[in-house]
């Protein structure tokens, strides 16, 4: 259950055909995803298209359903010395690769072992502390960054629209804890949802080497969601240019727009 107390998950074990896929994210040449499907259901997830790959749960609601690949990290392993140079990986791309189900399966934690070992880069983006499990893996590691999405400072917000994901203050210290640990952070602030910008910038300046910061692309899922709790006025591009302006001005070279 998230810490709104969200429904149960159904979790599902399965078997995939290889680990890394080909990334078109700018200075990342690999994804991995250790599972279909993401317990944090997010309102307004762009990765909610997965469900249609999904071979369990085709029709059912993103956030209700999780398939972990146990074989991913024994494909891993026998996928990298195989490649020819070495390259940096994203996780993940469309799954929280900390979402509550790595606690048990440790598929985010086994492709980090294995990648650090073998010398690549690695790029987290999660909204969960359960990162901080493994900074004993990432301090190893050739190049990382950790990042954590926190697109608001306000909770309310955030039990609305990220129901079953971790608090904002969570996040804020599993941040604080990453960098303390040794390891870089950044912080993706996307969308920008109803938020203070000066409070959520002095939340976490002190913690953070990099911010990106990003419009809301996918406003139709959340239109309603918005309206009905009065924060229409964040659905326009008006908002996302004066948010990301004022991001951008307090944190200054730390920070940049993504497609600015
Ligand atoms: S954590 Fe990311 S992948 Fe998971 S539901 Fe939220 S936006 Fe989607």
């Known amino acids: 259950m998230g810490p ?3 429904s149960r998950v159904d979790i599902t074990e399965i078997e995939v055909r290889s680990a ?8 990342v040449q690999y994804t991995i995803n250790p599972y279909v ?9 762009y990765a909610c298209f997965m469900s ?9 609601p993103w956030g209700s359903f999780v398939e972990a690949k146990v ?16 390259s940096t990986v994203f996780l993940s791309s469309v799954c929280d690769p900390y979402q509550p189900a790595e606690e048990r399966y440790r598929l985010t934690r086994g492709c980090l072992e294995l990648l650090a070992a073998h010398g690549w880069g690695i790029e987290i983006l999660t909204r969960s502390p359960l990162a901080g499990r493994d900074v004993d893996v ?4 050739a190049v990382v960054s950790v990042g954590f999405s926190i697109p608001t400072d306000n909770e309310r917000v955030r039990q609305v629209l990220e129901p079953n994901s971790p608090t904002i203050a969570q ?7 990453v960098r303390e640990s040794g390891v870089s952070t950044w912080v993706f602030v996307a969308p920008m949802l109803p938020m203070d910008p000066l409070r959520l910038y002095a939340m976490i300046h002190p913690h953070v080497d990099s911010v990106l910061v990003d419009g809301l692309n996918y406003s139709f899922r959340v239109k309603e ?19 990301g302006r004022k991001l951008l001005d307090l944190f200054g070279e730390k920070a940049r727009q993504v497609c600015a």
């Open 4 to 6: 709104d107390g969200g």
């Open 20 to 27: 890394l896929s080909v990334s078109r994210i700018p200075g």
């Open 37 to 45: 499907g993401c317990e944090h259901g997010c309102r307004y997830c």
């Open 52 to 60: 249609r790959y999904s071979r369990h749960h085709k029709d059912a």
């Open 71 to 86: 074989n991913l990290v024994d494909l891993l392993a026998r996928e990298l010395p195989r490649k020819r140079k070495r």
């Open 138 to 141: 990432l301090r190893g590691a």
């Open 171 to 177: 996040r804020v210290e599993a941040l604080k804890e």
């Open 225 to 243: 969601i918005f309206h009905r709790n009065g924060w229409g006025y964040a659905l326009s591009g008006q908002y996302a240019h004066r948010t």
